[in-house]
C-alpha cells in the first residue's frame, strides 16, 4: 500500500523555521517524483517544491530562497526545510508523489498519492 505521512508542522513566530519530513512506505522515493504543497483557507493548493524523477529539485518563486527540498533514500523520506517563515506561510502542507513527473513537478493534478498534511501556523 502507498501511503505518505507528513509531520513536523507546528506553531512559530515569523522569521523562523520548520523542518516537515515526508515519510513514505509501499514504494521507494527513487521512482517517484514527489512534491510538497500547501493550502491555506479558501485557497487554491499550491505547488511549493519538489522533486523529480531524475533528481531535480524545482521550486516555485514564492518559496525559493527560503525552502529546501531534500530527501533520504535509505529512510524513504523527503523533507522540506523552511526557513525565513512568513505569516502568509500558513497552510496545511501536504506531501505527494507521483510516478510520470521527470522534469518540471509542480502541478498537484499530476500527484496520485497525497499524505495527511500538517499544519503549519507562522505568526507575526
Known amino acids: 500500500e502507498v501511503q505518505l505521512q507528513a509531520s513536523g508542522g507546528g506553531f512559530v513566530q515569523a522569521g523562523g523555521s520548520l523542518r516537515l519530513s515526508c515519510a513514505a512506505s509501499?514504494?521507494?522515493?527513487?521512482?517517484?517524483?514527489i512534491g510538497w504543497f500547501r493550502q491555506a483557507p479558501g485557497k487554491e493548493r499550491e505547488g511549493l517544491s519538489c522533486?523529480?524523477?531524475?533528481?531535480?529539485?524545482y521550486y516555485a518563486d514564492s518559496v525559493k530562497g527560503r525552502f529546501t527540498i531534500s530527501s533520504d533514500n535509505a529512510k524513504n523520506t523527503v523533507y522540506l526545510q523552511m526557513n525565513s517563515l512568513k505569516p502568509e506561510d500558513t497552510a496545511v502542507y501536504y506531501c505527494?508523489?507521483?510516478?510520470?513527473?521527470?522534469?518540471?513537478?509542480?502541478?498537484?493534478?499530476?500527484?496520485?498519492?497525497w499524505g495527511q498534511g500538517t499544519q503549519v501556523t507562522v505568526s507575526s
Open positions: 505527494a508523489a507521483e510516478d510520470g513527473s521527470w522534469g518540471q513537478c509542480l502541478f498537484s493534478y499530476e500527484y496520485d498519492y
Open positions: 509501499g514504494f521507494t522515493f527513487d521512482d517517484y517524483a
Open positions: 522533486i523529480s524523477r531524475n533528481g531535480i529539485a
